[in-house]
T-cell receptor
C-alpha cells in the first residue's frame, strides 16, 4: 500500500482479555516501530524492529506486551490480560532507516479496555 | 538513557506572531533530530529533520529549526504563525541510524486571533 496501515482502527475489549493489533508497513521499509500515545504522555516507545537484527524491546512496559514481525513485513503487537491502563492509541511507523530517511506513521489503533 | 525534553507543555501565540518551541536531548554525540506535527484527528507528519551539515534546517509549512550542539537543543521556529498551525508538536531523537526513535512528550500550540 501507499502508507502504513493499522488494523483495527478501534478496539474495545474487556479487562483481562488478550488483544492483537496489526501493522502493515510501507513495502520495502526495513524498520518498524510501535508507540503508545496516551493523553499528556506523548509517544511512548514500545519496540523497534530493524531488518534481521534483534528487536529493541526496551520500551515494553510489562511482560504482558509482546510483538513480532513476520517475514520482515507485517507486525503484530499483542497485549495479554489487558488492564484499563492499557487504554491508549497504539501507533505503528516504518522507515528505511538509512541516511536522510523519516518514519512514516499509521493512523493508529484506539484501544479501550472496559 | 537517551531522553528528549520538551519543557513547554502548552503554548499560546497570537496569529502573526513568531513561535519558538524548545527541545533538548540528553545524548553526547550528534544524534538524528526530527520535529513532527500532529493536527487534531490527524496522523503524525514530519516537519523537518537534521542529520548533519548546516545547523539551520528548513522544513515544510514555513518552519525551521536550529541545532545547537553546545546546548543539546533543536528548537523549532516559525516567523509568523497561522491559525492552521494549532496542533501538537513532537521533537524526536535517534542516537544513530538504525536505532529507535525516541519522542518528547509534545508541546500543544494554540493560536489566538
Amino acid at each position: 500500500g501507499a502508507g502504513v496501515s493499522q488494523s483495527p482502527s478501534n478496539k474495545v475489549t474487556e479487562k483481562g482479555k488478550d488483544v492483537e493489533l496489526r501493522c502493515d508497513p510501507i513495502s520495502g521499509h526495513t524498520a518498524l516501530y510501535w508507540y503508545r500515545q496516551s493523553l499528556g504522555q506523548g509517544l511512548e516507545f514500545l519496540i523497534y524492529f530493524q531488518g534481521n537484527s534483534a528487536p529493541d524491546k526496551s520500551g515494553l512496559p510489562s511482560d504482558r506486551f509482546s510483538a513480532e514481525r513476520t517475514g520482515g513485513s507485517v507486525s503484530t503487537l499483542t497485549i495479554q490480560r489487558t488492564q484499563q491502563e492499557d487504554s491508549a492509541v497504539y501507533l505503528c511507523a516504518s522507515s528505511l532507516w538509512t541516511e536522510n530517511t523519516e518514519a512514516f506513521f499509521g493512523q493508529g489503533t484506539r484501544l479501550t479496555v472496559v | 538513557a537517551q531522553s528528549v525534553t520538551q519543557p513547554d507543555i502548552h503554548i499560546t501565540v497570537s496569529e502573526g506572531a513568531s513561535l519558538e518551541l524548545r527541545c533538548n536531548y540528553s545524548y553526547g554525540a550528534t544524534p538524528y533530530l526530527f520535529w513532527y506535527v500532529q493536527s487534531p484527528g490527524q496522523g503524525l507528519q514530519l516537519l523537518l529533520k537534521y542529520f548533519s551539515g548546516d545547523t539551520l534546517v528548513q522544513g515544510i509549512k514555513g518552519f525551521e529549526a536550529e541545532f545547537k550542539r553546545s546546548q543539546s537543543s533543536f528548537n523549532l521556529r516559525k516567523p509568523s504563525v497561522h491559525w492552521s498551525d494549532a496542533a501538537e508538536y513532537f521533537c524526536a531523537v535517534a542516537r544513530q541510524a538504525g536505532t529507535a526513535l525516541i519522542f518528547g512528550k509534545g508541546t500543544t500550540l494554540s493560536v489566538s486571533s
